[in-house]
């Protein structure tokens, strides 16, 4: 079973960016698809961003445009960068490999 740490959040200004870490354990990590999901405040988790281990990459309509995901295998880490952020971006950004595997979480925060 794969263990994740996700890092980057913080509070930032509508239109400014982060960059979200999901760094994770395992010698196998490369071969794993690795997903960010967010859940807002009385809102249901939402899947973001999607890549493959061999770097396919998907993404939520609400995102498309604005965030990139990507994966770096020499440090098992994946991550989500994000730009031109809303208010309504605002929410615990969680990284998975399935079912069994998530992060703690980190908080974004987008306001003024």
């Known amino acids: 079973q794969v263990q994740l740490v996700e890092s980057g959040g913080g509070l930032v200004q509508p239109g400014g960016s982060l960059r979200l870490s999901c760094a994770a354990s395992?010698?196998?990590?490369?071969?794993?698809?690795v997903y960010w999901y967010r859940q807002a405040p009385g809102k249901r988790r939402e899947l973001v961003a999607t890549?493959?281990?061999?770097?396919?990459?998907n993404y939520a309509i609400s995102v498309k445009g604005r965030f990139t995901i990507s994966r770096d295998n020499t440090k098992n880490t994946v991550y989500l960068q994000m730009n031109s952020l809303k208010p309504e971006d605002t929410a615990v950004y969680y990284c998975s490999t399935g079912p069994a595997s998530w992060g703690q979480g980190t908080q974004v925060t987008v306001s003024s």
């Open positions: 395992g010698s196998i990590f490369n071969i794993y698809t």
């Open positions: 890549i493959t281990g061999d770097g396919g990459t």
